[in-house]
Nanobody, 125 residues
Framework: QVQLVESGGGLVQAGGSLRLSCAAS????????IGWFRQAPGKERDFVAA????????SYGDSVKGRFTISKDNAKAMVFLQMNSLQPEDTAVYYC??????????????????WGQGTQVTVSS
């Protein structure tokens, strides 16, 4: 089993920045793709970013490209999401997720098997 714990959410003004962290525990973290997703009230869960387990290739949702950056530290079993130029439409609960391992990079939530509890990000206008 892989356990994921997000942190770093909070309230920020438009134009500000936040850095989310995802701490992983359990076996074979270094072989799993990690993704970030978000869900706003009344909306579907959207893909934000993902990082490949081996070559650190990244993928981003269209709405966050150029503003958000995903990175990871395998030694610490941590994944980070640096969010810059935040806008009110970025307000959501942000989740990190891990897939089953040794896969190509994934961008759909149904392709991830383990999820954290989420962290709230609120951007005021």
């Amino acid at each position: 089993q892989v356990q994921l714990v997000e942190s770093g959410g909070g309230l920020v003004q438009a134009g500000g920045s936040l850095r989310l962290s995802c701490a992983a525990s359990g076996p074979t973290f270094s072989t799993r793709n990690i993704g970030w997703f978000r869900q706003a009230p009344g909306k579907e869960r959207d893909f934000v970013a993902a990082i490949h387990w081996s070559n650190a290739d990244t993928s981003y949702g269209d709405s966050v490209k150029g503003r958000f950056t995903i990175s990871k530290d395998n030694a610490k079993a941590m994944v980070f999401l640096q969010m810059n130029s935040l806008q009110p439409e970025d307000t959501a609960v942000y989740y990190c997720a891990a897939d089953r391992g040794l896969q190509p990079i994934k961008t759909r939530d149904v392709e991830y098997d383990y999820w954290g509890q989420g962290t709230q990000v609120t951007v005021s206008s």
